[in-house]
Nanobody, 121 residues
């Protein structure tokens, strides 16, 4: 399966963005889907994961209550709805899939190319 991330951009603090992660050459069935981000000079940070059925979701404390992960099995796409954005949310955002229910980026097998999110204060 290949992943294509999109939807990043420049937004003011307090604004919203929705990122998309579209799968091709396969589906999300059987995979855990996750979003990570990497700010300049920092490591890759776990944000959220969702189980293959869409029932299980787990958010990092830094985004809980502001970000929502949504899985659309018809469109074979996972979305990350980001609200109440802060300057510290500025980073390159990556979607990924793996077989383990994990927050560790090394356990994810396939990665999208990353999409830049910049939040101006």
């Amino acid at each position: 399966v290949q992943l294509q991330a999109s939807g990043g951009g420049l937004v003011q603090a307090g604004g919203s963005l929705r990122l998309s992660c579209a799968a091709s050459g396969g589906t999300f069935t059987g995979y855990v889907a996750g979003w990570f981000r990497q700010a300049p000079g920092k490591g890759r940070e776990f944000i959220v994961r969702i189980g293959w059925s869409g029932a299980g979701k787990d958010y990092a404390d830094s985004v809980k209550g502001r970000f929502t992960i949504i899985r659309d099995t018809v469109k074979n796409t996972v979305y990350l709805q980001m609200n109440s954005l802060k300057s510290e949310d500025t980073a390159v955002y990556y979607c990924a899939v793996g077989r383990s229910w994990s927050t560790l980026y090394a356990t994810y097998e396939r990665w999208g190319q990353g999409t830049q999110v910049t939040v101006s204060s």
